[in-house]
């Protein structure tokens, strides 16, 4: 299994602002994603982080908001730009083993924009 | 398209069994099942890579209808440490896994 970290773990932030969290994976993943999950909810795709390449969004999501990177294959970030108190959520990293079906998860950020 | 769960609450007796509901509109490569304790990051339970087969984890066990679009956990005799939001996940086409509304199961003593 994979072992993921992010940090950090959580943080308050003012509005019009932008919080990068990092995402590091103790092993060669081949595939990362990000997740906005607000408590007591599900887990919504954000986007696919691709090495070495723009990443993939989904829709209702875009770049200029969640700008991501991924320079390597046990790390990426995920910038929240420009913040609302509609941003507070947990944003969690996933990344897939080498076998590519089973996926793991960091235990989040927890954002809140005042 | 997000799966949909049932129920969306259960509250057991330590001992007691329950059954967890995921179904889809779409067809379905596989079915990966998570549990989620409060605070903490979602935790892998099993993964249904083909249709009516059944998987187990301790005294959890799911199984796949593949031609159903549906899977199916399976809590027996359910102990404190079972507590948590359960989550269906699904892969169609492609590697995105999209999961369900959750259900919450509290077990009591």
């Known amino acids: 299994s994979a072992v993921i970290s992010q940090k950090p773990s959580r943080d308050i932030c003012q509005r019009g602002t932008s919080l990068t969290i990092q995402c590091q994976v103790d092993?060669?993943?081949?595939?990362m994603f990000w997740y906005r999950q607000q408590p007591g909810q599900s887990l919504t795709l954000i986007a696919t982080a691709n090495q070495g390449s723009e990443a993939t969004y989904e829709s209702g999501f875009v770049i200029d908001k969640f700008p991501i990177s991924r320079p390597n294959l046990t790390f990426s970030t995920l910038t929240v730009s420009n913040m609302s108190p509609e941003d507070s959520s947990i944003y969690l990293c996933?990344?897939?083993?080498?076998?590519?079906?089973?996926?793991?998860f960091g235990a989040g950020t927890r954002l809140s924009v005042l | 398209q997000q799966p949909v769960q049932s129920p969306q609450a259960v509250i057991l007796r330590e001992g007691e069994d329950a059954v967890i509901n995921c179904s889809s509109s779409?067809?379905?490569?596989?079915v990966h099942w998570y549990r989620q304790k409060h605070g903490e990051a979602p935790v892998f339970l099993m993964i249904l890579l083909k249709g009516g087969e059944q998987k187990g984890h301790e005294k959890i066990s799911a199984s796949f209808n593949e031609k159903k679009q549906q899977s199916s956990l399976y809590l027996t005799a359910s102990q404190l440490s079972y507590s948590g939001t359960y989550f269906c996940?699904?892969?169609?086409?492609?590697?995105?896994?999209?999961f369900g509304g959750g259900t919450r199961v509290l077990v009591k003593p």
């Open positions: 779409k067809a379905l490569y596989s």
């Open positions: 092993s060669q993943v081949t595939m």
């Open positions: 996940g699904i892969k169609a086409a492609g590697n995105k896994l999209t």
């Open positions: 996933s990344g897939t083993g080498q076998g590519g079906n089973i996926q793991y």
